[in-house]
């Protein structure tokens, strides 16, 4: 009984790298995904940067074409960390306005009511982006650098007329061209 005790205790001294990348392996289930607002892996959080308008002016062009790629005039997804800059965010619409590089520029979308009327915030009405049909706005004061890699997904294409709109508040308010 005593040799079979041993050779069970020694084949259990096998099992411990198996059950660290099982551990390992649950641990990485478990954690927070784009869309549950909770921590990202620096990984994530690197994909997507944040600057004042003014300080990332550009030629704004419309130039959508669903074609896979973000082009200005789409409204694309992508997940976005809060300012807090504490870890959380969340996945959400943006309007793309131009490229810096291999990035992405784009303005951050809300369907919260309370944005209409503050000066930072410009309603461009509803559309295919918003499964509910709700008014969005763009936020004009905060431009995102959102790498390639972290889009999900393209939403929809903006109406010319609203992208106009958009692009007239960048060059009169921040000195876009």
Not at 24 to 53: M, W
Not at 100 to 116: F, P, T
Request: with cysteine; aromatic share 6%.
């Amino acid at each position: 009984m005593a040799i079979m005790g041993c050779g069970m205790l020694g084949g259990m001294a096998n099992w411990g790298p198996l059950l660290r990348q099982v551990v390992e392996a649950g641990l990485k289930l478990l954690r927070p995904t784009p869309s549950d607002g909770r921590a990202r892996s620096t990984t994530d959080l690197a994909q997507v940067r944040s600057a004042p308008t003014a300080d990332r002016a550009r030629t704004v062009v419309y130039a959508p074409d669903l074609d896979g790629g973000a082009d200005p005039g789409e409204i694309v997804w992508a997940w976005v960390p809060f300012e807090e800059q504490d870890g959380r965010g969340k996945d959400r619409p943006l309007l793309v306005v131009g490229r810096a590089g291999a990035d992405v520029l784009a303005l951050m979308l809300s369907s919260q009511h309370k944005r209409d009327g503050e000066p930072d915030w410009v309603s461009i009405g509803s559309g295919a982006w918003d499964r509910e049909g709700r008014e969005s706005f763009v936020r004009l004061d905060r431009v995102l650098e959102v790498a390639e890699r972290g889009i999900r997904r393209e939403g929809a294409v903006l109406e010319r007329g609203r992208f106009d709109r958009v692009a007239g508040e960048l060059r009169g308010r921040y000195g876009w061209t």
